[in-house]
């Protein structure tokens, strides 16, 4: 019997897919796991494994670039010579999507020190949504826990959700449809009052940031304080380091210290609230115990933030490790999602480009980000005399309806601290 594999709903708001490579064609066997397509989302370019063994009977399109929304046939699986009839048969997605979920969250859940609020707990009650279905919980204010699943394996689906909320599926499916559904022709200028100009599709990573970064916009009320320090000793000790850490393959950059002495700072309780959230819904302060910072890495499709998890467990070597393997992962585009789930604080860091002191926008719901800028040797009064030092630009952008600028300033006064001595930090372990 024929099997078609549709492409799943993953969640993370994602819709649609571009396809970007095909390594099966029509008539080709095929084995369970192996990888059929890749398909770029606005989040990753994503390799899609066979969900059987067979012989593919029809391919979503015949060439690459084509866009594929959630729901749409993959690939129709079957046996040799068989013949397909669409509507006839059978659906996978449900199955195959049910096992990448589990083994997605539970590789998230354990791969943090301190697991995300309400993943782990979940699992060990047993309770399966998609983060989809979580979200519209959240929204209709849901329990999940008392939410009988009527999925695969007992997933919790939106209609169950709808139903505990007693929201009428037929009404929220119809209110979810367009106004129209005639197809309009679109006429577009390729010049304007000027001359002529260039289009290039908004899509893709880039939209997905700009959508990031407009509802941050909306949802903070954000605050900049800029700061300077002195990196003097800092750039000496990463000196001395640096030969050990190649020998291991490592790069040792000084975004590796700058992320251990982050969360060192952020560790005292003075300074937890950096690492923080804001409930609105609940109106209550999330506070983290745990440690994971994000960083900016800019690619050819936009800027993608990859996560070094659990730092306060981790040297710097360690970390410099991590950063340039997912630095690397992210401009192949290759990062699972889990490598860009889970931050509680972010940090962009232009230096390496040029600049000096900027405005960066919150990565939310975190609370702040922390801005770095381009080291520059300057002149400074130090015991009383003018001295030639390397100077690090900071800049901490926080949402000023948890945080207050006295806050702001003595968490960057102890982070200063650590990057003046950082010989308080470890190197290695």
């Known amino acids: ?78 046996q040799k010579g068989e013949k397909y009839v669409p509507g006839k048969a059978a659906d996978v997605t449900a199955a195959t999507a049910e096992k990448a979920l589990k083994t997605a969250e539970k590789k998230d859940a354990g791969a943090v020190v301190g697991s995300l609020p309400g993943s782990m707990a979940d699992i060990e009650k047993g309770i399966f949504a998609m983060p989809a279905v979580r979200r519209l919980a959240a929204e209709l204010k849901v329990d999940l826990s008392k939410v009988k699943g009527t999925g695969p394996s007992g997933r919790v689906t939106e209609d169950d959700v709808r139903k505990a909320a007693g929201v009428s599926t037929a009404a929220a499916k119809e209110s979810e449809k367009p106004q ?21 599709p908004f899509k893709g990573v880039r939209k997905a940031t700009a959508e990031k970064m407009a509802l941050s916009a909306s949802k903070t009320a954000a605050v900049t304080n800029f700061d300077e320090a002195d990196i003097t000793e800092l750039a000496a000790l990463r000196e001395k380091e640096k030969a050990a850490a190649e020998k291991k393959g490592i790069k040792l950059t000084f975004l590796a210290f700058i992320i251990k002495a982050v969360v060192e700072s952020m560790r005292k309780p003075e300074h937890n609230i950096i690492n923080s959230s804001l409930d609105e819904a609940a109106q209550e302060v999330v506070i983290k115990d745990y440690y994971n910072i994000g960083f900016a890495v800019a690619t050819e499709a936009g800027l993608i933030v990859p ?62 980000i922390l801005g770095v800028g381009k080291i520059v040797e300057k002149p400074v009064v130090k015991d009383g005399k003018i001295v030639i030092r390397k100077i690090m630009p900071l800049s901490l952008t926080y949402d000023h309806r948890i945080i207050d600028g006295a806050q702001a300033a003595a968490f960057l006064n102890t982070l200063i601290s650590y990057l003046e001595k950082p010989g308080l930090l470890p190197v290695e372990k």
């Open 307 to 368: 996560v070094v998890k659990g730092v306060n467990a981790k040297s710097i070597i360690a970390i410099a490790g991590e950063v340039q393997q997912l630095a690397e992962k992210a401009r192949s585009r290759k990062l699972d999602m889990a490598d860009m789930m889970g931050g509680s604080f972010t940090i962009s860091n232009i230096g390496s480009i040029g600049g000096t002191f900027f405005t960066p926008i919150i990565n939310y719901p975190e609370a702040a």
């Open 180 to 200: 129209s559904e005639e197809p309009q022709m679109k006429v577009v200028k390729k010049y304007d009052f000027w001359g002529y100009v260039r289009r290039e």
């Open 1 to 78: 019997m024929a099997y078609e594999f549709k492409f799943p709903d993953v969640g993370q708001g994602i819709t649609e897919g571009e396809v970007v490579k095909w390594h099966v064609r029509e008539g080709d066997a095929v084995k369970e796991d192996q990888v059929l397509v890749e398909i770029e989302t606005d989040k990753a370019v994503v390799e899609v494994p066979s969900p059987k063994s067979g012989f593919v009977l029809k391919r979503h399109s015949s060439s690459e670039g084509q866009k594929i929304n959630v729901g749409d046939v993959i690939v129709v699986i079957g």
